[in-house]
């Protein structure tokens, strides 16, 4: 980040805060309605009736790096995935821990020691259920399993059903989408993250279908997020780095299993090539049709502290970019209820 950009986002920040209002500034912490820091990792976002529901890693207050790993494998507890809900995207409740750990049984998938990550929730029209899916893993990120909890509320408590490797593969990285016909997917990084699996879901959301296509192969995309528009898929992605930054790419499909087109960096702007020292989880669509990119910029020695980066997706005939902006509301005249 240069001094100019730093300069234009405290200014930003410092005008908001004069003017009394939340307008949340990319990279600085976000409150919620109780003037808590938000604490939603890797997250995404529901749009269930009038309210936004956002899931996220509910990370620990404690960062640490886990011992004999040749890679920088920082980590907090598990310590649940957290709701916050919302009816404008800016003001944030706190809904509290909607899937907790399990600290009695040491071999549980939610055992403290293990890693839950990137939880993402659609809802069940025909099952009325809430299906959350998430990437579990070990501490060494060796179990490579995908998680699957439900609940008969947005707002939980979710009851975890299972953790599987989806078609037999490993699993990290992963997303899951509902399509406008109803139909779900699971979309997440395996053969050692070098392959995105497409996985067509059952009509309850809960298995697999046998149904899937493997994507971008050893090309080494992770932390997928997927949106459709004018009947075009985009799934904008990021490089394998760990918790540190790499250039995004994004793809384009007219089917959601592909075959996709891979693409360049969509980023534009001052830190482009590090997406904004940041990593794409999730497209959020506004109401007016438009799209909010959701990235996360991480801390990885001190991961309660990561920030929020959101951005505006431009799409045109040529493709999509996200170019830098310090805030994201300007898009959302028809979300923000103005003051
Ligand atoms: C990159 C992934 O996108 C994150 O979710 C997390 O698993 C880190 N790697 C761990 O290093």
Redesign the pocket.
């Known amino acids: 980040m240069n001094r100019l950009t730093l300069t234009l986002t405290s200014l930003l920040a410092t005008i908001c805060l004069h003017a009394g209002n939340n307008t949340p500034i990319n990279g600085e912490v976000w409150l919620d309605t109780s003037g808590n820091p938000i604490n939603a990792h890797?997250g995404g976002i529901l749009h269930h009736g009038d309210t936004y529901y956002w899931y996220g890693e509910y990370k620990g207050k404690d960062t640490y790096r886990s011992p004999n790993i040749g890679?920088?494998?920082?980590?907090t507890d598990f310590t649940g995935v957290s709701c916050y809900s919302s009816t404008d995207l800016i003001n944030w409740n706190f809904e509290g821990v909607v899937l907790t750990p399990d600290p009695t049984n040491s071999t549980s998938d939610l055992h403290p020691t293990m890693?839950i990550?990137?939880p993402k929730v659609i809802y069940n029209d025909n099952t009325k259920q809430f299906v959350m899916w998430m990437?579990v893993d070990d501490h060494n990120?060796w179990q490579a399993t995908a998680g699957v909890a439900v609940s008969d509320s947005p707002t939980g408590p979710f009851r975890f059903i299972e953790a599987i490797r989806p078609n037999g593969a490993e699993s990290?990285?992963l997303t899951v989408y509902k399509d406008d016909d109803g139909k779900a997917y699971l979309l997440y990084s395996s053969e050692g993250n070098a392959t995105l699996y497409i996985s067509r879901l059952t009509d309850d959301y809960l298995k697999q279908t046998g149904v899937y296509t493997r994507n971008f192969a050893g090309k080494s995309r992770?932390?997928p997020a997927i949106f459709k528009n004018n009947g075009k898929y985009y799934i904008i992605s990021?490089g394998?780095?760990?918790?540190s930054p790499n250039e995004a790419a994004y793809a384009v499909a007219d089917n959601i299993m592909g075959p996709y087109e891979l693409l360049p960096n969509p980023c534009t702007g001052v830190d482009a090539d590090k997406t904004f020292y940041s990593?794409s989880t999730f497209a959020l669509q506004l109401k007016d049709g438009s799209f909010i990119a959701m990235f996360d910029r991480?801390k990885?020695e001190n991961l309660i502290d990561s920030r929020y980066v959101w951005l505006p997706i431009d799409i045109n005939e040529e493709g999509i970019t996200i170019p830098w902006t310090p805030t994201w509301t300007q898009n959302m005249e028809t979300d923000v209820d103005k003051k």
Do not use: L, M, P
Not at 71 to 75: D, L, S
Not at 240 to 243: L, T
């Open positions: 890797g890679w920088e494998c920082y980590r890693v990550e990137r990437h990120y990290r990285d992770e932390a990021s394998c780095s760990g918790w990593q991480w990885k």
